[in-house]
């Protein structure tokens, strides 16, 4: 079995690591945010679902606090 791996180095490029490894430069950097505040505003404006759920917000910052925890503990951290 060949596992691959990419790693994206700040939006400006990316590394595949499998049978070879392949580098690459993206065209542009572009993290969303843009998008993502235009879709935000343009859900309180038209007051329908914002583009990310509440919950999902939650989870991914009690997995961010839980990994900062893991590594000041140096233990694995489970969420539920």
Known sequence: MCRQVAII???KKMTF??????KSKLSKQDK???????????AIKTGT???ILFEDIYMSTLAT????????????????
């Open 49 to 51: 679902q914002s583009p």
């Open 65 to 80: 606090f839980a990994v900062i925890d893991s590594l000041k503990e140096r233990r694995t951290i489970h969420l539920s």
């Open 17 to 22: 690591y499998g049978r070879s490894v392949k």
């Open 32 to 42: 969303g945010h843009r998008n993502e505040i235009n879709e935000f505003l343009k």
């Open 9 to 11: 180095d700040d939006f």
